[in-house]
T-cell receptor, first 113, second 112 residues
Framework: SAVISQKPSRDICQRGTSLTIQCQVDSQVTMMFWYRQQPGQSLTLIATANQGSEATYESGFVIDKFPISRPNLTFSTLTVSNMSPEDSSIYLC??????????FGSGTRLTVV | GENVEQHPSTLSVQEGDSAVIKCTYSDSASNYFPWYKQELGKGPQLIIDIRSNVGEKKDQRIAVTLNKTAKHFSLHITETQPEDSAVYFCAASETGGFKTIFGAGTRLFVKA
């Protein structure tokens, strides 16, 4: 299965600032997925990113808050904009495995102070 | 909307004992049921999955069962070891997995 490198692994940010998370996959993939995992909670899909088109956002998530780039078939970024303490979470990128299921990156642990 | 319920939220067992985690799902169209293990500081890792045309699947010490009529599926870990301690998530989706619903997670503690 694919190997995903995600960075930064963690960050502490001031409220009102933005953070861009990078996700690099070792093989070409059509779709990449961005998830949020709030402290002690399950995984919630933020958006699906296809190369060459705008990302598709899930209910409750908007492009102005979570802009996504997908410049090629191996790379994507998620930006968390105008951050507040409520944005403190783990952010994960993922891709589908050929036989089913997801491969996840190691996550970005974001703390907003 | 679609929902996956997972129980228990926390499970503590003695090393060598078995652990069982149960999930129910609501979407009748779901036909793919993966389980993920998330260790501290890492992303979730797929450990086993089952499709709706199979009732049970086993891989060494872990097994998954599916009752499609009752919309139940379970993870069974036998001969637990301290390294099994982690958070386990069940999930349900249709083939392709583009709309996957995750359970709330079970924190498993295996005491040595």
């Amino acid at each position: 299965s694919a190997v995903i490198s995600q960075k930064p692994s963690r960050d502490i940010c001031q409220r009102g600032t933005s953070l861009t998370i990078q996700c690099q996959v070792d093989s070409q993939v059509t779709m990449m997925f961005w998830y949020r995992q709030q402290p002690g909670q399950s995984l919630t899909l933020i958006a699906t990113a296809n190369q060459g088109s705008e990302a598709t956002y899930e209910s409750g998530f908007v492009i102005d808050k979570f802009p996504i780039s997908r410049p090629n078939l191996t790379f994507s970024t998620l930006t968390v904009s105008n951050m507040s303490p409520e944005d403190s979470s783990i952010y994960l990128c993922s891709v589908t495995q050929g036989a089913g299921g997801y491969t996840f990156g190691s996550g970005t642990r974001l703390t907003v102070v | 909307g679609e929902n996956v319920e997972q129980h228990p939220s926390t499970l503590s067992v003695q090393e060598g004992d078995s652990a069982v985690i149960k999930c129910t799902y609501s979407d009748s169209a779901s036909n793919y049921f993966p389980w993920y293990k998330q260790e501290l500081g890492k992303g979730p890792q797929l450990i086993i999955d089952i499709r709706s045309n199979v009732g049970e699947k086993k891989d060494q010490r872990i097994a998954v069962t599916l009752n499609k009529t009752a919309k139940h599926f379970s993870l069974h870990i036998t001969e637990t070891q301290p390294e099994d301690s982690a958070v386990y998530f069940c999930a349900a989706s249709e083939t392709g997995g583009f709309k996957t619903i995750f359970g709330a997670g079970t924190r498993l503690f295996v005491k040595a």
